[in-house]
């Protein structure tokens, strides 16, 4: 039972298409077998409009919110889960991330992305890390890595297409990790086109960004990939306003009942 949130309501404003990667994280594991706990797939909401995932996008964002909650606690509190924003700190606090408990979310999340890049970026050879100094176009050679990521973080913060673009390198190198096969939202011609700009050596970035993350409990397989790509579509361009940026989430003040 969906709980209102405001940094999930954004989702009933994306297409069927882009709400795909995340019914299917939802409700299959890394083998393709149904998730024990899930109950998505049981709902007359998705039987009745699958593939059709904008009309029951509330069934989906209820979902993810019981995922992010303990199961007894689930069950007390009537069928709710949590509001995202718990969810968020919670994958935050297991990669031992410092960020600001009055952070916008959309800050939080960007602090937890440039955390798992700057993990990257200080494995990288020096030959690599030249390499990235020169796409970026950095002058100061006496500072490589922070350098690159002032860069990067440049890119997060300007918003549109290119924060969008790393944000969907970094989402799909881990779908690619746990299910062996890309996000549906990057096989997208035109944003695979897009992509090809950044898949050098910021390619080189994400490639084991993963490592600092531990996905190995049910509840965490699902959460924190989920985190990631409630990101990655909070930044993804609408195409009904000539690829403006969705409107930034503001901190939930509703508490869960």
């Known amino acids: 039972m969906y709980t209102y949130d405001p940094d999930l309501e954004f989702l009933g404003r994306l297409k069927s298409e882009d709400l795909e990667d995340l019914v299917h ?32 996008w509330q069934d989906i964002a209820g979902e993810l919110q019981c995922f992010g909650a ?91 297409a290119a924060s969008y673009q790393l944000a969907l390198l970094a989402a799909n190198q881990l779908w690619k990790t746990l299910f062996g096969t890309g996000l549906s939202l990057a096989a997208n011609t035109g944003i ?13 970035v994400i490639t084991g960004v993963w490592a600092a993350i531990d996905i190995a409990s049910p509840a965490t397989r699902v959460t924190k990939p989920a985190v990631l790509l409630i990101a990655l579509l909070r930044r993804k361009p609408r195409d009904d306003d000539g690829g403006s940026e969705l409107p930034s989430p503001k901190r939930p003040l509703v508490p869960v009942p």
């Open 25 to 56: 994280l939802l409700i299959y594991d890394k083998d393709g077998t149904k998730r024990i706990s899930e109950e998505l797939s049981q709902r007359q909401s998705y039987k009745d409009n699958c593939p059709n995932h904008h009309k029951y």
């Open 70 to 160: 303990n199961t007894l606690a689930t069950i007390l509190r009537g069928g709710r889960g949590v509001l995202y924003r718990e969810i968020l700190c919670d994958v935050c606090d297991s990669i031992k991330l410092e960020y600001s408990k009055d952070a916008a979310t959309e800050e939080i999340e960007e602090t937890m992305f440039m955390k798992l890049i700057g993990d990257r970026v200080g494995q990288m050879s020096a030959e690599e890390k030249e390499e990235l100094r020169r796409q970026l176009n950095l002058k100061d050679t006496s500072a490589i890595t922070p350098g690159i990521l002032i860069a990067l973080q440049g890119i997060f913060r300007a918003g549109g």
């Open 192 to 204: 695979t086109r897009s992509l090809s700009v950044l898949a050098g050596p910021i390619g080189w």
